[in-house]
């Protein structure tokens, strides 16, 4: 696996789950919202797996938040590690 990638699975997990924990959901109740298995949540936030774009913004939706600043919170964690 390249480590770059696997780096970048776990900065977009990890930013998806401290965006639902400050949204106050559960993984199952954002998963309920935009149609996922929980397990398939739990999997993106631990930097298992990455969404297919169509699926990151549903999530990003969900979450109540604007993409673009998702996107440059990730883009600016990037430049930091």
Same mark, same amino acid.
């Given at each position: 696996? @390249?480590?770059?990638? #696997? ?9 998806? %789950?401290?965006? !639902?924990?400050?949204?106050? =959901?559960? =993984?199952? =109740?954002? &998963? ?6 929980? @397990?398939?949540?739990?999997? +993106? ?6 969404? &297919? ?6 999530? +990003?939706? %969900? ?5 673009? +600043?998702?996107? !440059? #919170? +990730?883009?600016? !964690?990037?430049?930091?590690?």
């Amino acid at each position: 696996m @390249n480590k770059s990638k #696997e780096d970048f699975r776990k900065l977009v997990g990890s930013t998806l %789950a401290g965006l !639902r924990k400050v949204s106050g =959901q559960t =993984q199952e =109740q954002l &998963a309920e919202t935009v149609g996922f298995e929980p @397990n398939y949540i739990s999997e +993106i936030e631990r930097g298992l797996k990455l969404p &297919a774009l169509d699926s990151f913004f549903r999530l +990003i939706e %969900a979450l109540h938040q604007e993409p673009h +600043i998702v996107v !440059r #919170e +990730i883009q600016d !964690r990037l430049g930091r590690s």
